[in-house]
């Protein structure tokens, strides 16, 4: 089994910032990628960013410019580092790892935009 542990949600102003970090443990057998999805009240859970452990990244364009996904190999863990936050970027973050068979999701951490 493999656990996926988030954590740096939380409150912040429009425009401010904030840093998701994700690590992974248990029996992982072999990282393809891993990354982060949201889901805002209402609306369908939505591809944020996702890298693999070679360091090529994707964005949704909705986060270019503004979210910078890495990865620490050696600690199995991802960050997401998250500046000029939006209204709009307010919902549940996951973390995701795919082993090429086998997704897995951590529990999401709150992420509120708010004046």
């Known amino acids: 089994q493999v656990q996926l542990v988030e954590s740096g949600g939380g409150l912040v102003q429009p425009g401010g910032s904030l840093r998701l970090s994700c690590a992974a443990s248990?029996?992982?057998?072999?990282?393809?990628?891993m990354g982060w999805y949201r889901q805002a009240p209402g609306k369908q859970r939505e591809q944020v960013a996702f890298?693999?452990?070679?360091?090529?990244?994707n964005y949704a364009e909705s986060v270019k410019g503004r979210f910078t996904i890495s990865i620490d190999n050696a600690k199995n863990t991802v960050y997401l580092q998250m500046n000029s936050l939006k209204l709009d970027d307010t919902a549940v973050y996951f973390c995701?790892?795919?082993?090429?068979?086998?997704?897995?999701w951590g529990q999401g951490t709150q992420v509120t935009v708010s004046s």
């Open positions: 995701n790892l795919y082993e090429g068979v086998h997704d897995y």
């Open positions: 248990g029996s992982i057998f072999n990282i393809y990628t």
């Open positions: 890298i693999t452990r070679g360091n090529t990244r």
